[in-house]
């Protein structure tokens, strides 16, 4: 059987910019570097009154299938991964292909539909579904097209407020793809949480702190699963780690939870030992809260070396630079860091291909699963292609006052009829419901 992987990607902005130092730091009563040092965020981007998951899924699909020169007949499925979905009954994809449908004026009634949920990390999920099928022998010689969308909105005053954003990320799924090749195996840290949730309502219920704490351990449990079916990880042998990026400071801590993890008996924490010790190892330890102090020591002593801070430099923080100026996009974040960091090297002329990125993908709820991507020759083209800077670049400021707004514009229990800022150019906009429901 050939690889299976990510052939191309597209990404595709809410086209409102909010500032976070600028306009929202003096709201709040905050010290702007709480959000630009902090979290790490600059600015979330927004959806216009006129955009939602749908328009945003099928701006993304649509570049991606002019740029490769598809047709529906090429796409034997549709699987879009959303926590923002607002019919109970048809999935998103249903709503995406008719969009599409009416540009290309051929069907899609060859292709299989569906919506994934599991928070975040449905985006993943709906890759995995792709391969799987691939894999399969399923798709008569047809990729899949996987789309990840949100409206990633808290209620206003939520501490979650600072983290929104809106996009949507397009990914075509094939054999022999052009971008990366997925791996086999895969590591899960999956538990009943109830951390982040939301039961029949529009905005999140967030115990945040906590949500934080989550994260990483289910990060933990997935990275020893994933080496107790594909070996050790060694740090070395990393180009780079998208994590799931709800906002920079999250990966931060993710980043020294990893690394500890994979310098684990390898010589790199021989060579650390003279510096800050070795770790502590739990057996060790007759008490439990004794064992974590010495953790926390450990890594609070292991964040400030030159070792560690050189290989987050390398490997982590080039996956954030587009997730600091957009915010969370939920299902299509960790699909954020992975282009970033491609478009890092590309921009550094670095030679990725036979590389490796560890993927780390996460959802609330909650799951976090690892797997390894190969970079393939060729892949510089499909990043190239990427026209992220000028999305964003383009996006139109938000005023406080439209800020609040464009909120209520977008909250189902505020009745709203609010302006477009922007005007559609190019683009699929949403301009209201008609009989039955059909979207217009
Ligand atoms: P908060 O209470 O507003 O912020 O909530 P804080 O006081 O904890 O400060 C944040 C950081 O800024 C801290 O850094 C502060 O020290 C620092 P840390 O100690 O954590 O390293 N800070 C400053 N730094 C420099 N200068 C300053 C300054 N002031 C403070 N002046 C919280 C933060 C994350 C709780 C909030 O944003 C939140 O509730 N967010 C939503 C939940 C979330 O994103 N959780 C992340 C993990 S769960 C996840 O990723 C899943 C998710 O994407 C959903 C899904 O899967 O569907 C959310």
Redesign the pocket.
């Known amino acids: 059987m050939n690889t299976v992987g990510i052939d191309a990607v597209e990404i595709w902005t809410g086209n409102l910019r909010l500032d976070l130092p600028d306009t929202f730091a003096p709201q709040k009563g905050?010290?702007p570097?709480?959000y630009t040092?902090?979290?790490g965020l600059n600015a979330s981007s927004f959806p216009d009154s006129y955009e939602d998951i749908v328009t945003m899924a099928a701006n993304a699909a649509y570049r991606l299938m002019d740029r490769k020169g598809l047709e529906p007949e090429d796409i034997g499925r549709i699987d879009v991964a959303t926590?923002s979905a607002f019919d109970n009954s048809k999935p998103v994809s249903t709503y995406v292909a008719g969009c599409l449908e009416q540009v290309y004026g051929q069907d899609f009634h060859h292709a299989n539909k569906g919506e994934r949920k599991f928070?975040?990390?449905a985006g993943t999920q709906s890759l995995d579904d792709a391969y799987n099928w691939i894999k399969a022998g399923r798709n008569r010689g047809r990729g899949a097209l996987v789309i990840a969308t949100d409206t990633?909105l808290?209620a206003r005053g939520?501490?979650?407020e600072?983290?929104q954003g809106a996009g949507a990320v397009a990914m075509y799924i094939t054999e022999d793809p052009s971008l990366v090749e997925l791996s086999t195996e895969q590591g899960y840290g999956s538990a009943d949480e109830t951390?982040?949730l939301k039961p029949n309502q529009q905005f999140?219920s967030?115990d945040?702190?906590r949500?934080?704490q989550?994260?990483l351990a289910r990060m933990r449990e997935a990275l020893t699963d994933y080496e107790s079916v594909a070996g050790d990880i060694h740090p070395d042998d990393i180009a780079y780690v998208p994590f799931?990026t709800?906002?920079p400071?999250?990966v931060?801590?993710a980043g020294l939870l990893a690394y500890r993890h994979v310098t684990r008996d390898t010589e790199i924490e021989e060579e650390l030992a003279a510096e800050i010790g070795r770790q502590p190892r739990r057996e060790a330890f007759d008490d439990e809260d004794a064992y974590r102090e010495a953790v926390r020591e450990y890594m609070d002593a292991l964040k400030e070396t030159d070792r560690y801070r050189g290989w987050y430099a390398e490997t982590i923080d080039p996956t954030l630079t587009i997730s600091r100026e957009v915010g969370?996009w939920?299902t299509g974040?960790v699909h954020v860091a992975r282009a970033s960091a491609l478009k890092h090297a590309l921009e550094d002329g670095r030679d990725l291909a036979g590389e490796s990125l560890y993927v780390g993908s996460?959802?609330?709820?909650?799951q976090a699963e690892i797997h390894e991507e190969t970079v393939v020759e060729g892949w510089e083209a499909e990043i190239e292609a990427l026209n992220v800077d000028a999305q964003l670049a383009d996006r139109h400021d938000l005023t406080w006052e439209e800020y609040e707004r464009i909120h209520d514009a977008h909250n189902h229990d505020v009745d709203s009829d609010v302006e477009p800022l922007t005007t559609p150019e190019d683009e699929f906009a949403f301009d209201g419901w008609g009989p039955m429901g059909e979207r217009q």
């Open positions: 905050e010290d570097e709480k040092k902090g979290l926590e928070a975040c990390i990633a808290y939520d501490a979650g600072a983290t951390d982040f999140p967030v945040g702190k949500s934080v989550v994260y799931h709800p906002f400071g999250m931060r801590k969370n939920y974040s996460y959802g609330s709820g909650a």
